[in-house]
């Protein structure tokens, strides 16, 4: 059984049709959110001519976004995909 078809931990295969569907919110929050902050967002963000710590805005707000990405999709796991992954 290859290892990608089976539960973490749990030893039983997982059929696609045992596979749950990503919310729309799952969705929006893990995908959308961070693609409209970082790339429509960023010709406005270009524009703010305000330097923090000697960056301009644009730099800071795209390193940022490193971070919350990671916790946009934390998020999603923690709210709708955790459930589906015991522990």
């Known amino acids: 059984m290859p290892a990608a078809a089976s539960h973490f931990g749990s030893g039983s295969p997982l059929h696609e049709s045992e596979r749950p569907m990503p919310s729309k919110s799952s969705f929006v929050i893990g995908l959308v959110t961070p693609m409209v902050m970082i790339d429509l967002l ?18 800071v707000w795209i390193f940022a976004w490193f971070f919350l990405t990671s916790g946009c999709l934390g998020l999603c796991w923690v709210l709708f995909d955790r459930r589906h992954h015991p522990e």
Do not use: E, Y
């Open 42 to 59: 960023f010709p406005v963000i270009d524009k703010v001519g305000i330097d923090v710590a000697g960056l301009p805005f644009f730099m």
